[in-house]
């Protein structure tokens, strides 16, 4: 599946690609080598280990040039009244009778446990594009769903943006 990223997931790659070819894969080289010199490979703890980190490092690299190449670019832009990406939206879910706070991300930032919510998700998916005071179905499978009110909607910074990113 083509990931969906925006333009500043896409310059976050890209930070991370350079950050991870001019820093990381020299430091794991180095580290490589002075293994190396200690003598015997076959039985060689830190020379695996370091071989193990430097690949670690090159898979990194090949997975985020990978997703780049394939990824689809969205727009974060949403209008002032509309969930859209990296708004953060109060949710009323009726079954539960509570209310949820989530920021709604591209599917590469997506963490439930912090309330990231992908819009690849079922909640994503149900409330992209609505409006405080939609009432919304979300569709968990084909045999169950369940409803929600969308009661506030909130456009966040680009600095609020970066501190959640992690990359």
């Given amino acids: 599946m083509r990931e969906q990223l925006t333009r500043s997931?896409?310059?976050k790659i890209e930070e991370?690609?350079?950050?991870?070819?001019l820093v990381v894969r020299k430091e794991a080289?180095?580290?490589v080598k002075e293994a190396r010199a200690h003598g015997d490979l076959s039985e060689n703890f830190e020379y695996h280990a370091a071989k193990k980190d430097k690949n670690k490092n090159e898979s990194r690299i090949r997975y985020l040039e990978r997703m780049l190449k394939t990824a689809v670019i969205v727009s974060d832009a949403s209008k002032e009244d509309e969930v859209g990406i990296n708004n953060t939206v109060t949710v009323y879910f009726e079954e539960d009778d509570e209310e949820q706070v989530f920021r709604l991300v591209t599917s590469i930032?997506?963490?439930s446990m912090k309330n990231l919510i992908s819009t690849e998700s079922p909640i994503g998916k149900a409330i992209l594009g609505h409006k405080a005071g939609d009432r919304v179905?979300?569709?968990?499978?084909d045999d169950y769903?369940?409803?929600?009110v969308i009661r506030?909607?909130?456009?966040?910074?680009e600095d609020e943006h970066d501190a959640i990113r992690g990359f």
Wanted: hydrophobic content about 25%; glycine content about 4%; proline content about 0%.
């Fill in 16 to 21: 991370e690609i350079e950050y991870r070819k």
């Fill in 109 to 111: 930032r997506g963490n």
């Fill in 9 to 11: 997931d896409v310059k």
């Fill in 152 to 157: 506030k909607i909130e456009n966040t910074s």
């Fill in 29 to 31: 080289i180095e580290a």
């Fill in 137 to 141: 179905q979300i569709k968990v499978s």
């Fill in 145 to 148: 769903s369940y409803y929600a």
